[in-house]
Nanobody
Framework: QVQLVESGGGLVQPGGSLRLSCAASGTIFGIYVMGWYRQAPGKQRELVATITSGGSINYADSVKGRFTISRDNAKNTVYLQMNSLKPEDTAVYYC????????????WGQGTQVTVSS
């Protein structure tokens, strides 16, 4: 039902910054967790950052202090500000919307490529 579209990926040099956006076609509502995940070639998909409907935020240890997740409820959009990027941040980044209440729902975006290289 809810479709997610990521954007903002691209090629950036180490130490640079990038801002990813996740736009939802439908309304994000209820008790939910929205998150950014990433998957590098040959590796499993890993959690990057999450934000709950109540405003709680969690980050993977590898991105703490460098990445910031935020949302604009009026725009049904979640953002991921990435600073001090490292080559190991290179991956396809996916947005996820997982609702628990009043009904269960799980949506993933198509992903956006982030490449950190000189």
């Amino acid at each position: 039902q809810v479709q997610l579209v990521e954007s903002g990926g691209g090629l950036v040099q180490p130490g640079g910054s990038l801002r990813l956006s996740c736009a939802a076609s439908g309304t994000i509502f209820g008790i939910y967790v929205m998150g950014w995940y990433r998957q590098a070639p040959g590796k499993q998909r890993e959690l990057v950052a999450t934000i709950t409907s109540g405003g709680s935020i969690n980050y993977a240890d590898s991105v703490k202090g460098r990445f910031t997740i935020s949302r604009d409820n009026a725009k049904n959009t979640v953002y991921l500000q990435m600073n001090s990027l490292k080559p190991e941040d290179t991956a396809v980044y996916y947005c996820n919307y997982n609702r628990k209440f009043p009904t269960s729902h799980d949506s993933w975006g198509q992903g956006t490529q982030v490449t950190v290289s000189s």
